[in-house]
Every structure is written in structure tokens, then in C-alpha cells.
């Protein structure tokens, strides 16, 4: 039965397939920030304790995504997928039925799993496209994922007030279920199946660990992407305790960013191909930066405001959706073989970079902190961005290579 269930198919999937697998994967992150708080008093824990939901969750996200790869290599696409869906679908029941933070925190790095949906929807698109048209392609697909988590936290802010925060991960489960349904009947094997060991697999790690270029890629997108993990991990505190807004009103204004995402990942896909992978990095990079060294000035200069906070955070979104695309396009052509490992590697190195800015934000925003040092934390990760991506220029120049 469980081998007729998991049964390659030879179809290639409709890219509403992929944004949805890359979109539960997204929400999973963030549907239920706007409760982190009320979810801190239902425990009666700290919240920096419950605030670990996020940077625990990032942390195992980076170790499975560096085994989702070369498995996926070995084994297809398909088959990790729906396993992977499986097993999410238990971890999210686990997280409702929680009896205490310890619980839900063990069920919630579980949910983790899910990190294959962001991984292998990237590793699709490239088996089956070349590099700029899988940046464009890479930009659609987060374009079209970045509106269920535009729309996650203000809807997790409007649930958690009036049902409570378990309300969320009834959504994840509803919408588990639904994703496993439409990738079993519409996702078929992309991969190119070789015959060797996982072992084997791993071991190839090395011929990507060696190219600078790819070392420069992952940067670019561990930094740029550092920068909103960041925020994901402080902006709940700081708007509930800081500007004193509702869980709603934090809900809403976490769509601004969302909104920025959206945008950028539109421009990407819209000219990735004529503009090229490393000139619309450089160019996010830099609107990242332009947006948050503005944002820190009036920081500093005494001007505390939610909606400059959140507002300024746009820049944030609209830059990584430009940068972000293309850079994983970037490491995934390094090697075209490694596709899947090249995915697992880079978005570990991504989101445990993320994983340590989240906590990181947390344990700077302690009682009576302002919003400055986030603000700080978040500019820093973006000069770092701008950085790795003139590093890769410089490289590809030296190497002869134009994008």
C-alpha cells in the first residue's frame, strides 16, 4: 500500500504545486509570531523561552536541509517530498496537543521537516530549466509564495484574538493535508535518479565547498535573508512591548514586508534574465542596505514609531526578493548535477545563519529595550549581503564568466 502511495510519476508540476509547497514552508515560519506573547503567558513561560520556537525551528531547518538534498538526489524529488509532508502533519497534530512548552517546543522543531517543501520546489524548477531562466522561474515561484506568508501573520494575529493561538496550527494542518493531496496527484519526478549511496552523495559536498563562487552565493543569501530572520525573531517583541500594538496590529504590519517580498520577487522574474543573476543580486543587496541605513539614522536620531519600524522593513522585503532568487539560482548552478545538494547545503548555510541572528535578536531585546539594536543587528547583516555579492563579481570577472 505505502509503495503504490509513493510511486514515481513521470509529470512535471504546475507552478501552483511548487508556490504552495514553498508557501506552507514559508507560513510554517511565521503564521504565528503575532501569538509568540500570548503564547509565553498560555505556557507561563518567558517569552525569550518561547521565543526559541524560532530560532530552534531555523536551526534544525539548516541540519535537515543539508540531508534533504543529497537524499532527493538519490532517491527523487517526489518521494521525499511526500514523506516529508507526512511527518509534518504528525509534528503539527503534536504542537496543538501539547501539554507544556517543553512539548511544543519539541514538536515544533519537528515541524521542521517542512523545510523540504522550500528546498526541492527550488530544485524542481532548476532540473528543469537552465541557470537565468531558473532565477526567473525561482522569482516567480517565491513571488507567488510570498503572499500566503504576506497574508500568515495577520491572519495568526486575528485568530490567536479571537479563538487563541492553537487556531494557527489548525491552519497548518488543514493546509498540510491539502498540499500532501495536490503533490501526490500533480508533482511527478523530475530528478535524474543516480545509482550511488548517500553516503556517496555526501561526500560530494566537497566539490561545492571548494568553489568560492558558491561560498560567495551562499553568503549573499545568508546575509540578505539574515536580516528579515532577524526581524522575524525581535519585530513580535518589539512591536507588543515597545510600541504597545495588539497581536492583530503586529499581524498586519508584518505584511508590509510581504508586501515588499512580493514585489521584488515580480522584478525578479521579470528581468533576471536581461539584467543578469549577479547585477540583481548587487542591486537588491544595495536597496536592502539603502532602506535600513535610512531606518537606523532615524533610529538614532530619537524618531520611534511603529510605522516607521515596520515601514522601513519594506526595503527589507523588496530587496531580498530581488537578491534571494537569483542567488539561489547562483549556488544551483555551480554544479547542475548537485542541484538537490547544492539546495540542502546553501539553504543550511542560509538558514542557520538565520537561525543564530533570531536568537541573537532575542537575547538583545531583554526589558526596556528600544527597537535600536535590532535595527542595528539588521543593517550589519546587510552590508555583510553586499559584501559576498561584490566577493562573487570580482570571482566570476577573475574567472571570465558574465551574468
Not at 490567536?160 to 487556531?167: D, K, L, N, P, R
Not at 501526490?184 to 568560492?212: F, K, M, N
Not at 508584518?254 to 543573476?277: D, E, K, Q, W
Request: net charge positive; glycine share 12%.
Amino acid at each position: 500500500m505505502t509503495e503504490s502511495i509513493f510511486l514515481d510519476r513521470r509529470t512535471p508540476p504546475h507552478i501552483a504545486t511548487l508556490i504552495l509547497l514553498a508557501g506552507l514552508s514559508a507560513l510554517t515560519m511565521n503564521i504565528f509570531l503575532p501569538s509568540l506573547p500570548g503564547m509565553a503567558a498560555w505556557f507561563g513561560v518567558p517569552y525569550a523561552l518561547m521565543q526559541l520556537s524560532v530560532a530552534l525551528y531555523l536551526a534544525l531547518s539548516a541540519v535537515l536541509q543539508i540531508i534533504i538534498g543529497p537524499i532527493s538526489d538519490r532517491y527523487g524529488r517526489r518521494k521525499v517530498l511526500l514523506w516529508s509532508l507526512v511527518l509534518f502533519l504528525i509534528a503539527t497534530l503534536g504542537t496543538l496537543l501539547a501539554p507544556n512548552a517543553t512539548a511544543f517546543l519539541v514538536f515544533r522543531m519537528a515541524q521542521a521537516v517542512i523545510a523540504a517543501g522550500m528546498v526541492l520546489s527550488r530544485a524542481v524548477v532548476r532540473d528543469m530549466v537552465p541557470d537565468e531562466q531558473a532565477a526567473s522561474m525561482i522569482g516567480y515561484v517565491t513571488m507567488g509564495m510570498s503572499i500566503v506568508p504576506m497574508i500568515g501573520p495577520v491572519i495568526g494575529g486575528v485568530l490567536e484574538e479571537a479563538i487563541g493561538w492553537q487556531a494557527n496550527f489548525g491552519l497548518l494542518l488543514v493546509l498540510g493535508l491539502v498540499t500532501l493531496w495536490l503533490t501526490w496527484a500533480d508533482l511527478g519526478e523530475t530528478a535524474t535518479i543516480r545509482p550511488v549511496t548517500l553516503g556517496a552523495q555526501i561526500r560530494q559536498y566537497p566539490q561545492l565547498l571548494r568553489s568560492q563562487r558558491f561560498w560567495g552565493y551562499a553568503l549573499c543569501a545568508a546575509f540578505a535573508s539574515g536580516s528579515f530572520f532577524a526581524y522575524l525573531g525581535g519585530a513580535p517583541y518589539v512591536g507588543t512591548e515597545v510600541f504597545g500594538l495588539s497581536a492583530s496590529g503586529v499581524g498586519a504590519l508584518f505584511a508590509l514586508t510581504a508586501i515588499g517580498y512580493a514585489a521584488g520577487n515580480f522584478v525578479a522574474g521579470r528581468f533576471s534574465v536581461r539584467i543578469g543573476m549577479n547585477r540583481m543580486v548587487f542591486i537588491g543587496a544595495l536597496i536592502t542596505l539603502a532602506g535600513l541605513s535610512t531606518l537606523a539614522v532615524l533610529t538614532l536620531a530619537g524618531l520611534h514609531s511603529a510605522y516607521v519600524f515596520f515601514g522601513f522593513t519594506t526595503f527589507v522585503g523588496f530587496g531580498n526578493g530581488m537578491t534571494l532568487p537569483n542567488a539561489n539560482a547562483g549556488m544551483l548552478s555551480i554544479k547542475p548535477e548537485l542541484a538537490g545538494t547544492a539546495s540542502g547545503l546553501g539553504g543550511a548555510i542560509m538558514i542557520g545563519g538565520g537561525a543564530a541572528l533570531a536568537a541573537l535578536a532575542g537575547a538583545l531585546l531583554g526589558p526596556g529595550a528600544s527597537e535600536t539594536p535590532l535595527v542595528l543587528l539588521m543593517l550589519a547583516s546587510s552590508i555583510g549581503a553586499v559584501v559576498s555579492i561584490l566577493w562573487v563579481m570580482q570571482r566570476a570577472r577573475a574567472l571570465g564568466l558574465t551574468s
